[in-house]
């Protein structure tokens, strides 16, 4: 893992401290990772959950917030509103010096101000939250011995994880304007909901409330014995390497989407780039991304199936899910279905059932193995409907193919 210092600034002009943490390798992802209340970027959970998700090639930001580590800014003018704002700026940075965050992560508070962010990062696709509170107001119990001089000086000293804190009457006022069950439904992303169970500083009903809210797909995890700041090292890993492994589900076309070279599609299902430099082609196809090449051999570099190899791929996949298709509408006993494809040319006047009888054509030879308890009777019906695959039918019908240049 590389932390390379990095600063941006807030909505105020004020300069936020930050780390970026870069994989070793080429980052296949970018999350955002907002720490707890008043706790600051190198808390040493922060570091170890940022450590497993670089070990998974996610580049991770992580800063202060404004008044907080070394940030600018002084913090008894912050509330919940600002470390929005503070977020928004981070999403901002990463945008324009790195790439969009794919992941959206926030450490309790940290947690409650991420899903309230969320609305308003249109580039994540992964939210999740660890020991945070369903409400912003939750941390209004931290200041009940200075509620009175809040109220009548609008401002009182507190003492926060062992720290004096200069509190204004406008950070309890601020925390009763933000309405976050409406945020969460309104997500549209995917959110993963960390909690221990005996959290005593965040108790585990917030966990259930921010599920409930929550629409799918959601995910619950236990982080079992661990306490609210994951102080045990394995805690922090476990949690880092958890999110890494949920998030990869929905990264997975988001990174595909991200990749250089992928070919744009425009109108068309299907698209293809060649460089000039060898034969690697980058093809977008259904929208999944794949690499097709042309063996050493002939020039190529071997880093994908060949043309013709794609065309076999797709008589054999289309063939075994017609046997399926059929298998399952007659109720035959079929467990599996494998279709092996080779290509070929031979020679016209070698093939005896072949209307061409000079030059070359192509030939492809196709092997079925049905694997249930069929009849002889019902391989040979099978074998008959391999015959009846699309795929097939159009290799043996008139095909037309119409090219034009696209608009420059």
């Known amino acids: 893992m590389q932390n390379k210092k990095v600063s941006f600034h807030n909505d105020d002009g004020q300069s936020l401290s930050g780390l970026m943490a870069l994989p070793e390798t080429e980052a296949k992802a970018c999350a955002l990772f907002a720490?707890?209340?008043?706790?600051?970027?190198?808390?040493?959970?922060?570091t170890n959950i940022v450590r497993a998700l670089t070990d998974a090639g996610i580049?991770?930001?992580?800063f202060d917030f404004t008044g907080l580590g070394q940030s600018e800014g002084d913090f008894a003018d912050t509330n919940f509103s600002s470390n929005v704002s503070d977020l928004l700026a981070a999403v901002r940075f990463l945008e324009d010096n790195y790439r969009a965050p794919d992941i959206l992560l926030g450490h309790s508070l940290g947690g409650t101000a991420i899903l309230q962010a969320a609305g308003d990062v249109p580039s994540a696709v992964a939210v999740a939250t660890i020991g945070s509170p369903s409400d912003p107001d939750h941390v209004r119990h931290l200041f009940s011995g200075a509620e009175d001089a809040l109220r009548d000086e609008g401002v009182a000293e507190v003492n926060l994880g062992g720290r004096?804190?200069?509190?204004?009457?406008?950070?309890?006022d601020d925390l009763e304007r933000h309405e976050l069950p409406s945020a969460i439904k309104a997500l549209r992303k995917a959110l993963l909901v960390m909690h221990a169970p005996l959290d005593d500083i965040v108790e585990i009903d917030n966990a259930s409330a921010l599920f409930a809210n929550a629409l799918h797909p959601k995910s619950f995890v236990s982080l079992d014995k661990a306490d609210h700041l994951l102080s045990r090292e394995e805690d922090s890993l476990y949690a880092g390497r958890v999110l890494a492994a949920w998030a990869s589900r929905y990264l997975e076309a988001d990174a595909r989407a991200a990749e250089p070279g992928r070919p744009d599609t425009g109108d068309y299902e299907t698209a293809a780039r060649t460089q000039i430099d060898g034969f690697r082609t980058e093809l977008v196809a259904g929208g999944h991304a794949l690499v097709a090449d042309e063996p050493a051999s002939v020039g190529g570099t071997d880093a994908g199936p060949s043309p013709y190899d794609l065309l076999s791929a797709a008589l054999a996949a289309c063939t075994s899910m017609?046997?399926?298709m059929y298998a399952s509408h007659k109720k035959l006993d079929l467990e599996s279905a494998t279709v092996r494809v080779s290509h070929g040319k031979i020679h016209a006047k070698d093939c005896e059932d072949c209307e061409s009888n000079e030059g070359r054509i192509d030939q492809f030879e196709r092997e079925l193995v049905l694997e249930g308890n069929l009849s002889d009777a019902e391989r040979r019906r099978m074998l008959e409907i391999a015959d009846r695959c699309p795929v097939h039918r159009?290799?043996?019908?008139?095909?037309?193919?119409?090219?034009?240049?696209?608009?420059?």
């Not at 580049?59 to 992580?62: E, G, N, P």
């Open 322 to 324: 017609t046997l399926k």
């Open 394 to 408: 159009t290799l043996h019908a008139e095909v037309r193919v119409r090219t034009a240049l696209a608009e420059s």
């Open 164 to 172: 004096p804190f200069t509190i204004k009457r406008q950070f309890l």
């Open 59 to 62: 580049a991770v930001l992580r």
């Open 35 to 46: 720490h707890c209340f008043t706790c600051s970027k190198n808390l040493k959970a922060a």
